[in-house]
């Protein structure tokens, strides 16, 4: 089977660094994805990572280590308008169309 | 701004109606998926079509039946359903099945 864990909630200040983290275990690895929720609204695509290190994009990084079954999303110069879910999901050789979800990290900034 | 549109956006009906979800994509994708999101759980998905083509039904009752007539459009008929199966229903499609997936806003499901 598949597990796949990330924090349930998460609160950081404006202007600061966040880094949430996410684990999986399974096995035929392929890829690992994050999307963002807001509230009521669709998950957005952020990144997307297959080879280890870290893929910045923005105040957006990904980071993957396939040796360890981890992947982290960091947020740099956090703004109010980043309040939302953040959803890790893994997909698996020969299956790329199955996404397997987290439950997603709530991640609140605060002034 | 998204190019995958989901009608309605809410809907409320009873254990015995039947009803149908709207997905439409306009980004020229190949594949659509739907999933199923219930609150402090994970997305499920539920069904994949590529080219028009169901390609994965994962254990999803029967109450549950898609369609996907051209490869723009996706509907789920609904009939029979029960309190459990009050949920967010989203939409997505890809270019195809490695590329990742583009959402749409769901359709708020409530059952009485």
């Known amino acids: 089977g598949q597990n796949i864990d990330q924090p349930t909630e998460m609160t950081a200040t404006e202007g600061a660094i966040v880094q949430i983290n996410c684990t999986y275990q399974?096995?035929?690895?392929?890829?690992l994805f994050w999307y963002q929720q807001h509230a009521g609204e669709a998950p957005t695509f952020l990144s997307y990572?297959?080879?280890?290190g870290l893929e910045e994009k923005g105040r957006f990084s990904s980071f993957l280590s396939r040796s360890k079954g981890y992947s982290y999303l960091l947020l740099k110069e956090l703004q109010m308008k980043d309040s939302a879910s953040y959803l890790c999901a893994v997909s698996r050789s020969g299956t790329a169309s199955k996404l397997t979800f987290g439950t997603g990290t709530r991640l609140q900034v605060t002034l | 701004e998204t190019g995958v549109t989901q009608t309605p956006r809410h809907l409320v009906m009873g254990m015995t109606n039947k009803k149908s979800l709207k997905c439409e994509q306009h980004?020229?994708?190949?594949?659509m998926y739907w999933y199923k999101q219930s609150a402090k759980k994970p997305l499920e998905l539920m069904f994949v079509?590529?080219?028009?083509?169901?390609?994965e039904n994962n254990s999803v009752p029967s109450r549950f039946s898609p369609e996907c007539p051209n490869s723009s459009h996706l509907f789920l008929h609904l009939h029979t359903l029960q309190p459990e199966d009050s949920a967010l229903y989203l939409c997505?499609?890809?270019?195809?099945?490695?590329?990742?997936?583009?959402f749409g806003d769901g359709t708020r499901l409530s059952i009485l």
């Open positions: 079509y590529s080219l028009e083509e169901r390609v």
């Open positions: 997505a499609s890809s270019q195809d099945r490695e590329q990742p997936q583009h």
């Open positions: 399974t096995s035929g690895f392929n890829g």
């Open positions: 990572n297959v080879l280890d």
């Open positions: 980004l020229g994708h190949n594949a």
